[in-house]
């Protein structure tokens, strides 16, 4: 039995052989959880040669458990296929629809790619790519990551966190079940049946979170000094991060999804008990300290967050007839503080068809 510090976690008799496309914190730390419980696991790096270093030495994990494990590393895409009964995506979004092109050839009739975490639906352009190339695929989608990271080399990771309870859903949907059973036998037990992938893709708070918190504290980034972003999540930074996941939440509910606030995704996530975001932020603080917050200017806070999340929220809110001005507001001053368009860096919404979708037309689609 592996245990997290807070509640154990049931290692099944079942192994499976996990096939990671990453080489960041959540894929390394994913590696050490899967290959600790007794799952085979190989590491690709889509990027290059980040993973090369686990071919000769062992990948060690700290923080909540210190042990260490032995990962294998695939060269390229096809041997990650080859080698895989499940296939999990642990990559910032911006990486998502090269390495899904990238896979696309290899993927076999019958496997599953868990996408960690999903945004911007592009779980949905992986199914329906696949669709079309005539593979049958199911596609499962965490709307967060099961465990927060840090990588620290590029054979040491930190994990800090396995969140308690995390949502699942399927493409096609009539395989939710399934899938919610094959992530309980790889990570543990804590998964729920999401309703659908955009619920999914909605349930995920760190664009509101971390969208403000970067535009707001940018002269910080801009500097490289050491911030720890929950005690910078000030009573007025917290209250556009309120505005934002109000408009995320009147978006879900045009779609017929019920989303929680982000209050209670603290409290699913972190065990926190504040009920005011301004609260949580402070009892985060007292608690963990940190984590710091970003000290470079292409976090992913601006080069995920911002087209993938926020962005993605407004181009469903304009399919749904929602206002988001909070929202807007935010991807603005990103945009202008940058020098960069984000609304424009999201390369999902064009293969998805948004801009010529309707409500109904993109539940049937999920």
């Not at 945004?119 to 967060?144: D, K, P």
């Not at 590029?154 to 899938?179: F, I």
């Amino acid at each position: 039995m592996f245990t997290n510090g807070d509640a154990p976690v049931t290692v099944v008799a079942k192994r499976y052989h996990v096939g990671i496309a990453g080489a960041g914190a959540i894929a390394l730390a994913s590696a050490a959880w899967l290959r600790q419980a007794g799952h085979g696991v190989t590491v690709w790096s889509p990027g290059g040669r980040g993973a090369d270093a686990l071919r000769t030495r062992p990948l060690e994990a700290g923080g909540i458990q210190s042990f260490s494990v032995k990962v294998e590393v695939a060269d390229d895409a096809a041997g990650l296929c080859a080698a895989s009964d499940v296939l999990l995506l642990a990559l910032p979004v911006n990486g998502h629809r090269r390495v899904m092109d990238a896979l696309l050839p290899f993927l076999r009739d019958g496997q599953t790619v868990i996408v960690s975490s999903m945004a911007s639906l592009s779980s949905l352009y992986l199914h329906e790519a696949a669709a079309r190339a005539g593979r049958r695929i199911t596609v499962a989608s965490f709307g967060t990551t099961v465990l927060t990271a840090r990588r620290e080399s590029g054979t040491q990771v930190r994990v800090m966190t396995r969140r308690k309870a995390v949502g699942v859903s399927a493409l096609p949907g009539s395989r939710v079940k399934e899938a919610v059973a094959l992530c309980t036998a790889l990570f543990g037990d804590g998964f729920f049946p999401d309703g659908s992938a955009l619920a999914s893709a909605l349930a995920n708070v760190n664009p509101q979170s971390h969208g403000p918190l970067a535009v707001f504290n940018w002269t910080r980034i801009e500097r490289a000094e050491n911030w720890p972003q929950y005690h910078c999540m000030t009573p007025g930074v917290s209250r556009v991060i309120e505005a934002l996941d109000r408009e995320r939440r009147a978006v879900a509910a045009a779609f017929g999804i019920e989303l929680g606030p982000i209050e209670a995704h603290f409290a699913r996530s972190f065990g926190t008990a504040s009920e005011k975001l301004e609260d949580i932020a402070a009892e985060l603080h007292a608690k963990r300290g940190g984590p710091p917050g970003p000290t470079q200017v292409d976090t992913r806070y601006v080069t995920e967050d911002m087209p993938y999340g926020l962005a993605f929220v407004e181009a469903l809110g304009t399919i749904a007839g929602v206002p988001t001005p909070a929202t807007r507001t935010i991807v603005d001053a990103a945009s202008l503080v940058n020098g960069i368009d984000f609304r424009r860096e999201n390369d999902l919404l064009e293969p998805l068809g948004l801009a010529n979708e309707t409500v109904a037309g993109l539940l049937e689609r999920l």
